[in-house]
C-alpha cells in the first residue's frame, strides 16, 4: 500500500452499513457484462489516452488492468468492507505499466485509472441505491464509498507510477541499455569480442540463427492490394 506522509486514521462505520458495504461488493465482483464494457470505454476514450487505444496489445492491457483493479477493489470489501483497500499491484497493472513504458509513454497512460474511476462510482451508486432507501445509512456509505475508491485509485496509481519509474531506469541504465548498446557496436562493425556479445545479449552467437519477418499489406480497394511503402 502507498501512504501519505501524514496518514489520516481511516475512518470507522457502522455495522449496518459495513453489511450494505460488503453486499455490494459481492454484486460488484460479478459485473455484467455492459458494466465492462462501459468501463474499457471510458479508460481508453479522450486525446491523452489515444497512442494506448490505437495500439491493440497496449489497449488489450489496459483494459484487463482495469478490470483487476474493480475485482480486486470489491474483493477486498467482500473480506474487510469499508476498511482501506490496498493498491493494486497485481500482474495486471505491472504488465500495464511495463508496457507503456517500453512504448516511450509516461504516467499520461494512467489517465485510464482516472476515467475507468468515474464509470465504476456511476454503477457503484446504483447498486448502494438498490441495497437500502434508508437515508442515513445511504448517506454514511455513499461517504465511506466515495473516500474508499478515490483513496484506492490515487494509492494503485501512485505505485503504479513507481514501477514505470523503475522500469524507466532499467531501459536507460540496466540490462536492456547493455544489450542494445551491444547491438549496436556488432551492427557497426565494431572490435566487440564474441564472448563479451554473448555475455551483454545473453544470447549464443555461434551457429545458425532463425529470423522472422513481419509485415502488412494495405487494400487499396476490394480485389486489389500494395505492398507498404519502404522508408
Excluded at 489515444?50 to 489497449?59: N, S, T, Y
Excluded at 485509472?113 to 465504476?120: D, I
Excluded at 531506469?169 to 554473448?198: F, M
Amino acid at each position: 500500500m502507498v501512504h501519505s506522509a501524514a496518514q489520516p486514521r481511516w475512518p470507522r462505520i457502522s455495522p449496518q452499513v459495513a453489511e450494505l458495504f460488503r453486499r455490494g461488493a459481492e454484486i460488484a465482483l460479478d459485473p455484467r457484462a455492459e458494466w465492462i464494457e462501459e468501463l474499457h470505454a471510458a479508460a481508453l476514450g479522450g486525446d491523452r489516452m489515444r497512442p494506448v487505444a490505437a495500439d491493440p496489445a497496449l489497449a488489450e492491457t489496459t483494459k484487463r488492468a482495469n478490470l483487476a483493479n474493480l475485482l480486486h477493489w470489491a474483493a477486498q470489501n467482500v473480506r474487510y468492507p469499508g476498511r482501506r483497500v490496498p493498491a493494486n499491484t497485481g500482474a495486471e497493472a505491472l504488465d500495464a505499466a511495463r508496457d507503456m513504458v517500453r512504448r516511450g509513454l509516461d504516467e499520461r497512460g494512467l489517465d485510464a485509472y482516472r476515467t475507468a474511476q468515474s464509470v465504476a462510482w456511476r454503477r457503484w451508486m446504483e447498486i448502494c441505491f438498490d441495497l437500502t432507501s434508508d437515508p442515513v445509512l445511504l448517506r454514511e456509505l455513499l461517504d465511506a464509498s466515495a473516500l474508499s475508491i478515490a483513496t484506492f485509485i490515487d494509492d494503485t496509481v501512485a505505485a503504479v507510477s513507481q514501477r514505470m519509474e523503475a522500469e524507466r531506469a532499467e531501459l536507460t541504465r540496466g540490462a536492456s541499455a547493455e544489450r542494445r548498446a551491444a547491438v549496436t557496436l556488432l551492427l557497426e562493425g565494431a572490435p566487440i569480442g564474441r564472448a563479451r556479445a554473448e555475455a551483454q545479449l545473453g544470447y549464443g552467437l555461434a551457429g545458425p540463427h532463425t529470423a522472422a519477418i513481419v509485415g502488412a499489406w494495405r487494400v487499396r480497394r476490394p480485389g486489389t492490394w500494395r505492398a507498404p511503402r519502404r522508408r
